[in-house]
């Protein structure tokens, strides 16, 4: 038998950083995951923004989360010798003047000054872009390489004796006292980060997610220069390497499946056909699904039957900025009796 600390189900974001977290903090734990190809986590963009384009507010928490995320992706490219955290700008483009002018309104908003340049630029990128209202940019964005951060992070655990390739069944788990056995392992926590799937979760019944599919395409855009920055407008299109760009993303809430569909290619393609007016030719396209709640926030916290189980999911679109800050807060939890924050507190439901 092996006795850890933890015992982690899911190696999407979530499990891969709450286990960075156990790791550098000196616990040692177990992740399990059966390397599903078709993950959100796998498929996402992995662009974080800071702003709410639709009404040009921060982000819900954006002042404290933004500091936890430099720092959590930090240790994992530390761990993995790898860089997969890119920060960037997001080249917000208006689609007419009410946009364009409701932007120079909260640019006076001092609590918005960080985060949206007030100048207003005309920039078309060598004319790739088709004419428009302006653009302006905002600050403090990034992006992460999801797919390249959880190979690399498997990796990394397996080297260190921490990783099982397997799926996780319910039936498995023994409690034992005040302890938790699954196959080989005793461990004094067991915590679910399944993503959607944790709407079969017996240990966490009724909670109220609302899966999401989405869909990218990757894209050659030979024409297109915009640097590192990411452009906006109705779509993103997230610069990769050689004239190739990440582009999307579509919501569906009534088909959930991993398949990637003509519907969903038709609907990226003419959306970037309203931006661009340069060729571009689609190379690749990709699905999966979120696991997003119906108040839009993480579910954080314990099992009610077992206090030893708990949970982190729920992180939505947003999980490459809310996984760092939950991550701790949950570890945090755990060994320091501190709270997790109400409005992702999993309580609020029960």
């Not at 992460?144 to 004796?161: D, M, V």
């Not at 990411?230 to 579509?250: C, E, H, R, Y």
Request: proline fraction near 4%.
């Amino acid at each position: 038998m092996k006795n850890i600390d933890a015992i982690i189900v899911g190696q999407g974001i979530s499990g891969t950083i709450l286990s960075a977290e156990f790791l550098k903090n000196g616990k040692t734990c177990v992740v399990i995951d059966n390397e599903t190809e078709h993950t959100s986590s796998k498929v996402s963009g992995g662009v974080y923004n800071p702003i709410v384009f639709k009404r040009i507010v921060k982000s819900w928490m954006v002042d404290d989360l933004l500091p936890i995320v430099n720092d959590c992706y930090k240790y994992i490219e530390d761990c993995c010798q790898q860089k997969f955290h890119i920060k960037r700008r997001i080249i917000k483009v208006f689609v007419n003047d009410e946009e364009k002018e409701l932007w120079l309104r909260k640019t006076n908003d001092s609590s918005l000054e960080a985060y949206l340049d007030k100048e207003i630029q005309n920039h078309n990128f060598d004319n790739s872009i088709k004419p428009h209202h302006g653009l302006a940019y905002v600050n403090h964005a990034g992006s992460i390489y999801t797919r390249e951060l959880l190979s690399a992070w498997c990796n990394y655990l397996k080297l260190n004796g921490s990783y099982e390739n397997a799926t996780f069944n319910y039936n498995d788990i023994e409690f034992t006292g005040q302890q938790i056995k699954w196959k080989d392992y005793v461990a004094n926590y067991l915590i679910f980060c399944e993503g959607y799937a944790a709407n079969k979760n017996p240990f966490f019944p009724n909670l109220p997610f609302v899966p999401a599919k989405g869909e990218v395409l990757t894209v050659n855009i030979k024409h297109l220069n915009c640097g590192q920055d990411v452009l906006n407008k109705g779509v993103f299109i997230l610069p990769q390497n050689d004239n190739t760009f990440k582009v999307g993303a579509t919501y569906v809430w009534d088909k959930i499946n991993s398949d990637t569909t003509p519907e969903a290619l038709s609907e990226l393609s003419k959306k970037l056909e309203k931006v661009l007016q340069t060729e571009f030719k689609v190379i690749g396209q990709e699905a999966g699904i979120r696991p997003s709640t119906k108040d839009r926030r993480p579910l954080v916290g314990r099992s009610k039957q077992h206090a030893n189980l708990l949970i982190l999911n729920g992180m939505g679109t947003k999980a490459v900025l809310l996984a760092p800050y939950f991550s701790k807060q949950l570890f945090e939890h755990i060994y320091f009796k501190k709270n997790i924050h109400p409005e992702a507190n999993i309580n609020r439901f029960y």
